[in-house]
């Protein structure tokens, strides 16, 4: 019997050890006393982050305390409310989370790829010495990676801000209009593919949306799945990006035709996020939609209609939860002549 090759050798601690960058063996209270701050408060942080309480477990780091110290300094020094760093903490932990789960998944993936793990794509204790391994190559670079993203994100924000304000405070508007695409029949499909075909699909469908709303400067709000959310101050920015993820999208074959809704109107922005009756408006619409159509609610039409590039046709007006009879319009673009 010939022996398989040797695994690199490591336990989770060591690999935890890596990640945080010290041993995970101070309690909560420890990480509180060492902050200078009351366990309540370390309690309240770690759960805004979505993590569930540990009790008395040593699961801290020192890099919890330095964490916990720096945000509370900017707290302390009257930059923020201490309500705000909860809610900047939470909102860092709901995208982080999914960041991490993606790269995880990319590296399992590699693992796979390379023999080092089974097939079945789950860690087994064996294979986490190989992912040790691994994280000292990848670790520096997705944490460079990852703040050179919000440093770019930050300078697009703070530019985009100073171009509202040369507006001017009586031309300035709490309105944007709202794009929300769905992918028409998913949940069916879904039940009729392997888990596999299914995620290369969302990937797909993700990816390709991302750029699409990137290249035309709307801000992409999220994706999930088989939705994807985005937002920009110029209808007609929105308009073509509708057109543009069908068309996109009508090349590959394996992902379904997609269903798009547009509303203009007023919309709260709240932790990277965006809601209102807008939002919700723009979900309705996307819902009464036929696959392949995009549909836009009358204050859409009203901005878009005299522009010579669309066409509209108007729709039989449907009930919708918490709008009556919705009216729209069938969004598409202006035949060439």
Do not use: C
Not at 41 to 55: E, I
Not at 259 to 270: C, K, M, S, Y
């Amino acid at each position: 019997m010939v022996a398989g090759p040797l695994k690199p050798s490591g336990s989770l601690d060591d690999f935890i050890t890596h990640v945080l960058g010290s041993p995970a063996e101070l309690t909560s209270q420890q990480v509180a006393e060492l902050a200078g701050v009351s366990e309540e408060v370390t309690r309240a942080l770690w759960r805004a982050m979505g993590f569930a309480d540990v009790g008395g477990e040593p699961q801290f780091a020192m890099a919890d305390v330095e964490a916990l110290r720096s945000l509370l300094g900017l707290v302390n020094a009257g930059y923020i409310s201490y309500e705000e760093s909860i809610e900047m903490v939470r909102a860092i932990g709901q995208h982080t989370s999914r960041l991490a789960e993606w790269q995880g998944n990319i590296i399992a993936r590699s693992l796979v790829e390379r023999g080092v793990m089974g097939q079945h794509g789950v860690l087994e204790a064996e294979d986490i010495g190989a992912l040790l391994t691994d994280s000292r190559a990848y670790k520096p670079v997705l944490e460079e990676l990852m703040v050179y993203s919000w440093r770019r994100q930050m300078a697009n924000n703070a530019a985009r801000a100073a171009a509202i304000a040369e507006i001017g405070p009586e031309a300035r508007t709490d309105s944007m209009t709202v794009g929300f695409a769905d992918l028409a029949g998913f949940t069916r499909l879904s039940r009729q593919i392997p888990e596999e075909d299914l995620a290369i699909l969302v990937q797909s469908f993700e990816s390709v949306s991302a750029d699409v709303v990137a290249s035309e400067g709307a801000r992409l709000i999220k994706t999930l799945g088989d939705e994807v959310l985005f937002v920009h101050e110029s209808p007609r920015t929105i308009a073509a990006i509708a057109l543009a993820l069908h068309e996109a999208h009508r090349g590959n074959h394996d992902v379904p035709q997609m269903r798009i809704g547009l509303a203009t109107g007023p919309v709260l922005l709240r932790m990277g996020d965006v809601f209102g009756t807008t939002v919700n408006r723009a979900s309705r619409l996307t819902a009464m939609a036929k696959p392949g159509s995009t549909y836009v609610d009358s204050a859409t039409l009203d901005e878009l209609e005299h522009l010579d590039e669309f066409t509209f046709k108007g729709v039989r007006p449907r009930p919708a939860r918490g709008f009556g009879l919705l009216r729209a319009w069938s969004l598409a673009p202006a035949k060439v002549k």
